[in-house]
Antibody
Framework: QLQLQESGPGLVKPSETLSLTCTVS??????????WGWIRQPPGKGLEWIGS???????YYNPSLKSRVTISVDTSKNQFSLKLSSVTAADTAVYYC??????????WGQGTLVTVSS | DIQMTQSPSTLSASVGDRVTITCRAS??????LAWYQQKPGKAPKLLIY???SLESGVPSRFSGSGSGTEFTLTISSLQPDDFATYYC?????????FGQGTRLEIK
């Protein structure tokens, strides 16, 4: 059964870089059928798509975050990662990784809360 | 970006009721519309894709309709497990965007 598990620091200081990894088990990240992406949700608020990546390395980013976001893939570890630079309190959120069927996030990890605070 | 607007923001209903949530897109998205259910502390769960296709394992009391700019999610007979927040999402083009959510609460 497919599982996606987010990992990384739960607390990041303002102006620093948020780094998260999503480990995929029960399926191959190198499958040609899927993209892999990140979505976030500030506490008590709605959902914001951050970006997605194909196993070949092709990426798509939300223009609102593009200047600060990097998504990468490591097929040898069956993982993909998110880096968000120059964070502020507005980046405090639950971060979800998800498998995408085309453009559609159809299978989500459980999410991890990242708090930006000094 | 394509803006997605849901109504109502909050809906109060009783077990057994038929409820409908509406989602409007700021421009045509054909049928590239999905609906998710989210419960507190949990990840969203895909219910409907391509406007009206039921995701595997989702009860048949959930249905979706619409195309272009106007879409609806209908729950034919509310069950206790259905009280949650529902989001629509367009995936016609990047960036993928979501509605602001509809909270379905017990009357």
């Amino acid at each position: 059964q497919l599982q996606l598990q987010e990992s990384g620091p739960g607390l990041v200081k303002p102006s620093e870089t948020l780094s998260l990894t999503c480990t995929v088990s029960g399926g191959s990240i190198s499958s040609s059928s899927y993209y892999w992406g990140w979505i976030r949700q500030p506490p008590g608020k709605g959902l914001e798509w951050i970006g997605s990546i194909y196993y070949s390395g092709s990426t798509y980013y939300n223009p609102s975050l593009k200047s600060r976001v990097t998504i990468s893939v490591d097929t040898s570890k069956n993982q993909f990662s998110l880096k968000l630079s120059s964070v502020t309190a507005a980046d405090t959120a639950v971060y979800y990784c998800a498998r995408h069927r085309g453009y559609l996030p159809h299978y989500w990890g459980q999410g991890t809360l990242v708090t930006v605070s000094s | 970006d394509i803006q997605m607007t849901q109504s109502p923001s909050t809906l109060s209903a009783s077990v057994g009721d038929r409820v409908t949530i509406t989602c409007r897109a700021s421009q045509s998205i054909s049928s590239w519309l999905a609906w998710y259910q989210q419960k507190p502390g949990k990840a969203p769960k895909l219910l409907i894709y391509k406007a009206s296709s039921l995701e595997s394992g989702v009860p048949s009391r959930f249905s979706g309709s619409g195309s272009g700019t106007e879409f609806t999610l209908t729950i034919s007979s509310l069950q206790p497990d259905d009280f949650a927040t529902y989001y629509c999402q367009q995936y016609n083009s990047y960036p993928i965007t979501f509605g602001q959510g509809t909270r379905l609460e017990i009357k």
